[in-house]
């Protein structure tokens, strides 16, 4: 049997049925994490507490638990008790909670194994995984699982290159404005944002309350079924009958697009056609504009307030101010110091001005009509979903410049309305780019409150584009 291509839900019916065990899986997941160190995947590798775990289970484990012994991974910036909490930066390097996340704790309670705490784009503020904070191999920055001198995306950049290297199968990411489906996007896997709420927040440093959730990554959109079943409850997901399913298409979300990506969303439509989904053109008037009023207005004014009140939970007695004094990457730090920790925001004319005023206007205003625009496209469209391409672009070259302001905007254009909106939206891989190699994937954006009718278009997508080849670096 070949552990490192077993599907999460494979595993786990495998360890049922009692044809593996939970040591030989999880001995194998850590020694594939030791043996990709160049990746800069993991921050804390856990072996010495996995294989107690793994060993526990063999010995007196429920083998009818939905992830029994199967081995994930959890984002830095998620809660595991007695592992180090960094959210990828220096600050917290040494801040070890005594308690898991609500979310985590559902996946432990669930019989998972828990590997390691994976690395991210410092402070999870942007989409490269480029952070000079960290490194387990001979360069800055998390890399791509397909391509070592490219990036993983971000901000969940070291579960996305875990799961595309295939070390695990899956685990936990956060999403901000794209920080799960991105990196997911780039290293060939699954995952979901979920509608805002859906999960628990508690134990996870944070962006923004109002845009911030955690979201599960994983090789296929049945193991991101199951664990959004783990984690939100309900029973198990069946896929969907594709003839009855109808889905949006909006030339503003193929903007930007290089070759290979738009080759293989075009051939991917052309597929979901021929399986009897119906596709239809839409428009979403002043998408774009709204989006704009709520993105950056909302994420840097919550984010002090917001990292104030997790920093008095996390009890290190760190300032806000302290953690922006030790941030580690240029991009991240010129957000900190110049917009954060002012809490300043640019005017149109390029100065600086008070964000408060833009904040409210962003709250009470702008993201309600965002909202509004949403239901009323779903609704007068009759839409199950609306797809477009995850990123406009394959993976990049990862060093400094991956992480400018001009290639941020770029790879969040199409997962950030839907963000700001609190929508949810699952991302699929379609396909291995015809001349770069890379992977390309389509995400399916849904009406608030969806997820479960996503997740079952997602599982029924599974069967029409199937899984990627494996990585060959």
């Known amino acids: 049997m070949d552990f490192d291509q077993l599907t999460l839900t494979e595993a786990a019916a495998a360890l049922g049925a009692g044809t593996i065990t939970s040591t030989a899986l999880t001995r194998e997941a850590l020694a594939r994490a030791k043996a990709n160190a160049e990746l800069n995947a993991f921050v804390t590798l856990d072996e010495a507490g996995a294989l107690e775990a793994a060993a526990a289970f063999d010995a007196t484990g429920d083998k009818a638990k939905p992830l029994g012994g199967v081995p994930i991974v959890i984002k830095d910036n998620i809660e595991v008790a007695g592992l180090p909490c960094s959210a990828g ?12 996340a609500p979310v985590v704790a559902k996946l432990r309670a669930a019989g998972a194994i828990i590997i390691g705490k994976t690395s991210m784009h410092e402070l999870a503020f942007g989409i490269s995984g480029y952070n000079t904070a960290f490194k387990t191999g001979t360069e800055f920055g998390v890399r791509n699982a397909y391509d070592r001198a490219l990036i993983a995306g971000g901000s969940s950049s070291g579960t996305g290159a875990a799961i595309g290297a295939r070390i695990v199968a899956g685990g936990l990411g956060t999403d901000t404005g794209g920080s799960v489906r991105v990196p997911a996007a780039l290293n060939g896997c699954a995952s979901l944002r979920p509608t805002v709420g859906r999960y628990p927040q508690a134990g996870i440093a944070p962006i923004s309350h109002t845009r911030d959730t955690a979201g599960p990554m994983a090789a296929t959109m049945a193991d991101v079924a199951l664990l959004d079943r783990v984690i939100a409850g309900g029973d198990a997901i069946a896929p969907a009958d594709l003839t009855q399913v109808r889905i949006g298409i909006t030339k503003t979300m193929l903007a930007n697009l290089d070759a290979d ?14 399986q009897g989904v119906t596709v239809v053109e839409i428009e979403i008037p002043k998408l774009a ?4 009023q709520v993105s950056f207005p909302v994420a840097l004014y919550e984010a002090y307030d917001d990292l104030v009140a997790y920093l008095a939970h996390t009890g290190t007695g760190l300032s806000i101010e302290a953690v922006a004094e030790a941030i580690a990457s240029a ?4 957000t900190y110091d110049g917009l954060v920790i002012p809490r300043k925001l640019p005017a149109p004319d390029g100065s600086l001005v008070d964000a408060r005023p833009i904040y409210d206007a962003a709250i009470k205003t702008a993201r309600p009509a965002l909202q509004a625009l949403y239901g009323k496209t779903f609704a007068d469209n009759r839409l199950d979903a609306i797809a477009f391409p995850t990123t406009p672009r394959v993976a990049i070259p990862s060093n400094p410049e991956s992480s400018t302001l001009e290639n941020f905007g770029l790879f969040i254009e ?27 994937g389509l995400e399916l954006d849904g009406p608030a409150g969806s997820d479960r009718r996503l997740l079952a278009i997602g599982m029924a997508l599974d069967g029409v584009f199937g899984r990627l080849p494996p990585p060959t670096c």
């Open 89 to 100: 930066t220096p600050a917290l390097v040494n801040y070890i909670p005594k308690a898991d």
């Open 331 to 334: 991009d991240v730090k010129g």
């Open 261 to 274: 990506t738009d080759a293989a969303f075009q051939a991917a439509v052309a597929k979901v056609k021929v």
């Open 289 to 292: 504009e709204l989006n704009g």
């Open 414 to 440: 199409n997962t950030d309305p839907g963000s700001n909106a609190g929508i949810p939206g699952i991302q699929i891989p379609i396909a291995l780019g015809a001349s770069s190699k890379l992977p390309i």
